[in-house]
């Protein structure tokens, strides 16, 4: 049997019974006898499910590469076929339909293919690749299975199944759903292109796909979902009675669809403010249509039945559930209700018998962790899921009862000898669970082992202990007996984590062994190569001197031995003086045999094992082993989902069982019951828990009855000590109703709240009682532990009292020197570190202490080094990088403030475009200067062409866009605005006016540079004239602020950078290095002073003449002339005469001297005024230099916005051009797959067109042989009376009404009445052969026709009836293949409109680019009185405007003026008619008088005397030829001038070439000289001391 439910889809395969997925099987349940079947997949694994009820009928896939689809026919199980098709990986969605042997399935990536299958011959008769992406459901129309509706997680479409004789055609028709407001969403349609008039102020709009770039099929469906609106998330179907579609949405909304307009209709909007308040929080998760309206069910646990009318529903009925349910539907003859949820429920409504929903089936859903046979209840197992389920199961599968024990389970062990279960924990508690009420397990004993999770629980055969294992390396013996209360005996530590672990308990020598597999490594608990074997004894471990105080099994109690293997090991078990393990590593199963003497061996030596036998394993690991109870049987199961069972003795033959599935992981656990005839499998992820019976005959039969021997032995052995436990088991109350013994906690384990802080001086036992305070949810250990010390403190408290009592007396004294010592003088007083008397504990204090500053300060480093690092990321960044930094300047006497243009340095992409931009306008220019030049030379008058030049430069300056040429910044490279056609020219624009806008910048900062520098003069001026008035002001005694300006940090933001100390408010840390050199400074500055001593002259100037030996003038104010001293002593009439003339001077010097100061006082605050006055005036004066560097920015500004529009303009150009690009290219393709599609549809049109055809041809024919039929009648009979034959011909012409019987049920419950496939059904003329072996009865023969005759008679009409049926089938095969013939004609003239539009629409394109392209969009700047355009806005709308040449509104102005100077002309010339008559005659006298005068100059001409040469130049007329050969005659002249002057320069470079070399050699000659020059100059001075010696 198996037990479990996977979460998937659950189908009806008769009206009573139902199927569903559990694990790798199928599992049947009759609604109404509730007996089960089971049937295991012939392949890998259960993949979708489906069924249908009415042709009983269920197919399923299979899980593995390549998958099959299994068609089975219900009850008999007999495969019908297998499918096999193009998926690669896996369905996601089967179904059938009930108009015929039809399926249909979706498959999964790579292919993702719907397919429509012929599952009686195994054949798909449409497929359509790439088109299931998002399909998780598909359901046939039951009207018309020639309807596919695909459910997506996004999406809703239906798929048309055209047909043509045996053609079938799969056809998409996609459904809009609305937006998640409930609004509908217009399809994205592409904007037509067509020329108009106007083109839009912006260019030509283009559609999304165009603007995105994207390109291929899927590019209209990305901007499609880019650019509409989130839509309804459909998440169930149901077809309606008239073909139609009921939607529920995940967003709470019910749709009403069309398939064949495509319409939607929204029937239940939960946002509107009439909606139905019970449905507003149902998303509707599964629909099914009843003969009142339809069945829905949401999130909450309500079933509604809603009755729709037209567009209006109502809540007919309700029903409550206990939780919520996702699947729901109708049995094959609508009479039972079937309600499914996702946790493994399953109700029912049958509503002719009842109106209540009742549960059928609650096995649950989640994953199995462990399951286990009884081994004292032959008729029970045991199983534990994730979720802390326990449930008991019979031997039939039947669930008997179930335990939550509210906690997270991993693992699980049955008792041998009493009948109870022990289960681990994740939280490391082991639970005893009760089961001999099967019904109501329960709780009996709890006990707290690890702090991790219990891995492993393990009994030994005879039940004397239960061992536990967990990754903390401690192994727990605990007594299995419920006599002993199931205490905890000792423990043992293993060498690392615990992998494995298993028993065997040796009867004869009364021994239990138990195999640990460790990993030897901490945190490396994926494989071991540590095997130890504990060797224990089988008698009662309570005595006092098998475990220590702690707790730890003694070593003369517990034989350890320790083995190591070659390969890490993944699961081993312990057999009789052997281990059988699995090798992950090699995927091989090893048998190893373990040394019988190993008494010599320490319990540390490490024993060296080596595999006796080795044999292939599982194909996919890891895998693990477990050992049937009588050592015989060998189970191993793995990943693979694989059972494979063998014989100790030859492992190499085994038999295999697929259990579970290897997509889910495989199998969890495997359990053999007392007599190894049971085995009991949990899946790892499948949710299924699988019994297995094992029939084993021939060779091992012998192997099954020491099977049952053993058992029996078994039992016989544990019967007394089952028949004593097991009644002391029941009898054990329930854990938390009772403290049962042995559980309370410790003493002392409740710490009573106390002060926080305690003193120094205060201190006594309480300070350690709140120390050794435990933790409340101590472990078995720990508590040990805590009762061991507790213990120790009742043995020696009265030692640990007296020792108290000496302490707090010694630390009373002790506290009573230090008060005396706080009282005592300095020199006197003793440091308090003296007074500790345990320095080590001090010692370690100031460890600890430093310790953890060294981690405070480590992670106050690594916080620094955090910020640092972005500090520097953002200072090479925003500071760094920077060519020029960002600051500003600020006036004096205002907030005014200017800021420069922080500019970075121009990268080498930038430098090399700027460069290749340029060379390539230099060279377009030197083209244009050429061509300008040729055509100049055409022209009549350069004077003209200059002016045309002008004209050009005043034009082009004009409408150059900017006034960066004012600010002397513009390229001489840039373009023309009306000359930019290509898109190349636009982006050399772009790069050539980003170059501008550098240069103003540039610029600009240079200028402001140097204003910077002027402040920084003018405030090192302030200064300076501050230093010097704040002189003054001390000479007069003033004090009054001074007006001391700065600059700021934005004028200064280099130093927002640095951080001065006075910015810390903190004190600084110092290290000791520090420390000490700060001590050095100051003993460096005192010995210094010492070393000055005290100089008394200095210190006497200092006192009276202010360090000087001269009175300075500034010092005059301090000057006082004292009085004579016998003003002091003596009154002024006792004076002597000597005495008041010394007073009289006393008196003019006071005088003189007050004058002088009076006098310098006043020139002293005339140069202060004068110094504050002219700081006043270098202020004022920088702050307008400011003010015209702000005009200046503002001017500069408006340059680099103007440029920065045109760079706009022209970005946005060069985009939409590439939009324009990607649009015709996007067109394009659309052409090239129509033309293509085109070309495909009119193929098949022909082919069609060609079997229409043949096959009219056929069905005419068939026709006509039909008629042939009903002639020939009369002469097939001509040997009968001819009123007999007019008889025979009535019962000729009679048919059974057979034909008009429509496929329906006698229930009146059944919404869907009629079934319509499109074609006759396939049985109608056996039908017709069977109703007309009625009328071939005897009984209806004539009166006295012969009865040869009638068996000829009804042989014919026979034969008519088949031909009648023929030509029929013929008829609706002809106009299904018409009407297949008319669809694709449909579609060719459509593909042919297609061709068209795109077409058209590509030709406008092109039309509208080139209007583009010659469109120029140009920037004008104009003044106020150039635009006519009126101003309602903030900016003039240009769109109606034109633009003229200024030349236009000049020649009009000049024209007239002309006219109204020709007014004032006409006018003069009335005034001044009558002055013309004396200036005619004045004139005419004057031209008298200059003909006189000629003809006398004529004469005087003629007596002139000429020279031969001036006759001759006269008389000469080619003037031209004798002026070339003058010209000629100069040319030779020049020419041989030239000659001669290069052969005399020729003979003077020569000379001075000789010269040179001549020069050389001297200077060589004067090298030797100088060379020898101190060698003879030694000798000259010799032979001159030797010449001075003699003479």
Known sequence: WIQGFTNKSIEFVDNETVCYTCGSNICFLNLKTKTRSVLQSPGRGIGTLTANGNNRIFAFSEQKLSPSIFVYIFPAFKLKNELKGTAQLDYTSLTLTDGGPYLASCSSLPDHTITVWNWENAEPICTQPQTGHDVISLVFNPLNWLQLCALGTTSLTVWNIEKSASIHILKPSVIELPATDGSFVERLVPTSHTVSDTMPYFGPEMPPSAISGLKGDKAESIVTKLCTKARLTPTAICWTATSELYVGCAEGFLLLVDPESLSVSVLFNPTTADAIPELRQSNFRGLTLNKNGLIAVGKENVVHSLQIKGTQMYITQTWKLEGPVTTVMYSPDYETLLLSSKTGQIYMLNSTQSDKIVKVLDVLSGNFVAAALSHTDKNICVSVRDSGKLQLWSTGGICLGSLSLEAEVTSLACCPIAQYAAVGTASGNVLFIDLNRVQQPRLVHQVHLYLTPVDHLVFDQEGHYLLTGASDSYIYVLDAKPSKKFSVIGYTVAPGPILSLSTQCIRNCEQVKVLALCTGQEGKNHDGSLLTVLSLPARDLAGPDCVDRHGCLSTHILKVSRYKVPHPLKSCVLGVSEVFAYCHKKKTLQRFQLPQDTDGLSSQQVVQLKPEQEVKGHPLGPASLFLSPHQLWLASVGQDGLLRIRETASMERYIELQCHSCRLGGVRSVSFSADSQTLLTAGFQDGSLVCTNLRIKGVGAGNVNKATQYSQSMDHFLKNVFNTENPILIDLPEWGQASPAGTEKPEGSKVSGGADTVDVTEQDESYNSLLSALPSHSTWLESRREAVIKEENEQYSETKKNLRKTFKEFRDTIQEMMRENENLPDIERLEEQEFNLDVEEQRRLEAMVEQEVTRVRNEIEWEILAKCYLRDVLKRECWDSLKVKGKAIKAFHSEHEVKNYPLKERTEKEVEDLRRVQNMRKFEKAAYTLSSLKKSSNTTSVKEEEQGEKGHETESAAVTGSFSAQLGCSNPYIYDQFGLQTTEQRINQIILLQDVIYRIKTAFNADFEATYRQKVQELNRVRDRNRYIREIMLELDMNEKLWEPSLTNSEQPERLLTVDDSEIKAEKYLTPEQKKEEERKKLEEQRRLAAKGDNVRERALDDMMDGVLEVKKEDILKMEIPPPEFVLTKTDTHWTEEEKKVYKEYEKKTKDLSEEKEKYKKSLETEMKKLQASTKDATERFDETLTKLFEKKVKCEMAIYQEELKITYLTYSVLIEEEMRNRDLELKLKLEKTLAYKNEIGEEVKRHEEEVELFHETYNSIVAEDKVLDKEFRKEFFDVPSHVVDHLYKLFKRRPRVQKIRTQTDNNSNPLKEQCGGSLAPDVLGKMLKAMEELDAPENIPEGLNPLIWERFCLVRRTKVESEHEVKVKALTLAEMQAFLQKRRDED???????????????????????????????????????????????????????????????????????????????????????????????????????????????????????????????????????????????????????????????????????????????????????????????????????????
């Open 1389 to 1591: 003239k459509a593909a042919q409109q297609e061709i068209k539009n795109l077409s058209d629409e590509l030709e406008s394109l092109h039309k509208e680019k080139n209007r583009f392209l010659t469109d120029i969009m140009v920037q004008v700047l104009l003044k106020q009185g150039q635009v006519e355009v009126s101003t309602t806005d903030l900016t003039a709308d240009y769109t109606d405007s034109v633009l003229h040449h200024r030349s236009v509104v000049e020649d009009l102005n000049r024209a007239i003026r002309t006219l109204g100077e020709q007014k004032i002309a006409s006018m003069v010339e009335c005034k001044d008619f009558r002055k013309g008559i004396i200036q005619l005659q004045w004139e005419h006298k004057m031209l008298g008088m200059q003909i006189e005068d000629l003809n006398n100059r004529a004469r005087d001409i003629q007596m002139l005397r000429l020279s031969e040469e001036q006759q001759d130049y006269l008389n000469k007329t080619d003037r031209d030829s004798r002026v070339s050969k003058q010209v000629s005659i100069l040319e030779k002249t020049i020419a041989f001038q030239e000659k001669t002057h290069l052969q005399s320069v020729q003979h003077r470079i020569k000379k001075i070439e000789q010269l040179n070399r001549q020069a050389a050699m001297k200077a060589e000659k004067n090298a030797i000289v100088e060379q020898q020059l101190p060698n003879m100059q030694v000798t000259v001075a010799e032979r001159r001391h030797v010449y001075e010696a003699i003479g």
